[in-house]
């Protein structure tokens, strides 16, 4: 490891913290040296926050270190409850998924006193994530020693609002902030001790192509400009500039701030958030792919349905001349239809590739070409015996369609591929441009179709004249007989950087290229090299960087360089003014974030503190409650909150509600999005079936987000076919149909939290077992249907029947006077309560005489058959008397 390395280790092993790094300077290699620290089956490391890359990664690493004592491990769903209870008790380090721990801490399968710590790799997904920081919560809570570590290579997203950082270390229980930008001073004497051998080409863009990105340009401006106009709130931010607006972040920046607001914008406003995605994409193919590529995808935005759709750009002069230009990169400038057919003619009669061609070239092909001439050159001049392991060359694009392209030109050539573009492309409209490819390299290009690409190695990556890995690999005595028999040509490998920082980084150190070619210049990719090179400073490597000059490209990595320096230096500067509480990492107990309570937290900290001196040190003790929550539920932020408010949550498989608060009421979550799309499919209905005929109170809790307005409809929202698919009046057709169902409006899962809390108030707490054995499977068995409404809805009244009884009477009794012959033992078999069936039976045998005056001691359905006794005459209250 180098040395900023070995100090950022130091710094996180000896106190806990936030680091934040910049991209591409080796944080998972300080990750993964944690994790040896750590592998022992003394210890017990739960990770989160890991993709399903980064955990194969991280565990293959460890389980082939022979001086690892305690083989990692990642917990799925696969392995049993009692298997992963003993997996946490043998320890270890265990990669694990946030749904999965939060479900044993809550039950009590994870020995929390037990727990060294916990690692969480992307800090800034999982700071901001309910999740997260619930467990970190109730790991705290009952855990006051051991550590946690996050790690995180986004500064930018720990920017965005006010004091994000700060919320962020609150979140997970953090007081130090570990900052490492490129420009710190450990990481900059460290990677200057060796740098690799850099070739900066600046190739220009051709006039046509200046002339569309130019015309793209003033497409995207005045998107912008229409974005701003149809919505006021935009004007103050700052991000919405062309500059940012070719950024790949861009898009999901302004998607962000457009959210709150999203199901109220204009149908215009939305096309035009589409356009600019279209718009930058139009910006790539320029620069990235040929010019029969982009004039195909250029066609295909032109047409009449397209027009109408989009946001007004298509029908400026700005469109024509991206139009008229694309299509004059492939047949030259015409001056009418007739000149145009006369070209087309010229180009399709050519009789071999070798003529001219009127396509116009990408440049970056031509210097790329010149780049391999130039490299073969350089090894032709130093020859020495390992040549055939140490001459290789690394080509990396930024993504799958590029590489292919690349190893087109490098085995075919820029004309024979242009040709095959064409003919496949446009030919059919057009017209077949004859001659091509020789028979050979028709046989070799159908043999590198068909045989399967190979991980690791890039995809179809090429060799030499034009053959490719794949080829050589058809048996191993070729393989070795290929290498040996190398001369002049270095061994050329294609990468896409889709694949992956991780397989980027095993790549280049174990395949150790002298030459690398970046196509595309990403900018973790060029760290990742310079690291590479201060690690191994005998072994010279030379980079080239191919770039358009400029061009939207260079702004865009130009962009990217400022925006993380800028990250840095706000969080530099915010550090520095940053005001830590003594008790932020919840060690000492007096975290108000760690209290279980619905008061203010200031309350209860002066209730606490009187408490310990008046009382000789009691403590706050909680009232039991307890709410049954769906295991999908968890992905919400609403169980947190509902245990922060010092509930006790259950997980349960529960097929009928999300929530059940007591035996009688059930309640049915909705978002907004998933409430448009459960009203349109029919989902809600079904749900509120089995709801009503399981549970006597039923509810469906509208809940909102608390960053967007709380209202359904806006002053954009108004649908064409409102009859049908309008939200209000789907959800009046359903309480018309469900009468006993409740609706509740949320404006924000704490507001629904404490509503919770205040429908539990005096009521009995539910039972986990009853609520599992619902099934959807019952409702067709327990349908209403079946029966006489009139009569179900009488006995579902009688005392002692419940919603989930009622049909098992209906079931055994064949009428009420069937009910009444029951005793009191065999109604407790039907109903599976004494209780019940001791209430079922005193109102069915007991008699009840009218009164004039006076209050009723009686049920409500003692004075209904007291009335059905006299006829109905009597209006006067009951009490009372049992038989003798």
Known sequence: MLEYENQMLLDIVSTDGL????????????FQALLKIYSDPGNLVLVLGTTDQEEQYFIQALNTDEQVKKKARKITTDISIPERQRVYLEGGVLFITTRILVVDLLM??????????????????TAMSCQETFILRLFRQKNKTGFIKAFSTAPGSFRSGFSSVERAMRNLFLAHLYLWPRFRSEVTESLAVAQPDVVELHMELTPAMMTIQTAVLDLVNFTLQELRRLNPTLEGYDEMTVENAISKAFHKILQKELDPVWHQLSWKTKQLVADIKTLRLLLTYLTQYDCITFYAFVSSLRTTENAMRSGGWMILDAAETLFMTAKERLFGKCKDAQDFEKKRKKLTSKSSINDDLSFETNPKWEALIEVMNEIKTDVAKNESKDRVFSDKVLILTSDD?????VQDVLSDGPKALLVRLYNKSLGEKYGFIPGGLTPTERCDLTDSKKEPKHKGLGKKSKIGNGQTLTQMARTEEAIEAKLLQVTDSPLVLVQSIQVGIFELYKMVYELKPRFVIMYDIEMSVVRLLEVFQAKHPDYQIRVFFMMFDKSVEEQAYLTTLRKEKEAFEGLIKEKSSMVIPNDREGRSGENPDLLRDASKASDIIMEKSNASTRKGGGEL?????????????????????????????????????????TPEICVERKSISDLIGSLQNGRLFNQATSMTRFYPKPMLLIEFDQNKPFALQGKYYMSRDIGSSDITARLQLLTIHFPK?????????????ELFEDLKKGREQPCAEKAAAISMDFIDDYSVDRFNPAIHDFVSKLPGITSTNVFA???????????????QEELSDILGSKQNAEILYSALHEKSEPVEGGNANGPNMKRKMAQREQGGKSRGRFKTKRKN
Request: charged letters at 20%.
């Open 809 to 823: 009477v209906l079931n055994r009794a064949e009428n009420l006077a069937d009910l009444i012959n029951y005793s």
């Open 741 to 753: 169902l409740r609706i509740l409006w949320s404006p924000s899962p704490h507001a629904t939290a």
């Open 401 to 405: 369609r590029t590489s292919t392209q």
């Open 19 to 30: 680091v934040l790094a910049a991209k591409g300077l080796g944080l998972e290699r300080v």
């Open 108 to 125: 009590e399968r994870v020995p929390i006193h037990l727990i060294t710590g916990i690692l969480l790799y992307r800090a800034h997904q």
């Open 621 to 661: 003790v909680m009232g039991s409650s307890k709410i049954i929550v769906d295991m999908r539920e968890f992905r919400s932020e609403l169980p947190s909150l509902i245990h922060r408010r010092g509930i006790d949550i259950e997980p349960v498989t529960i097929e009928v509600g999300d929530y059940i608060l």
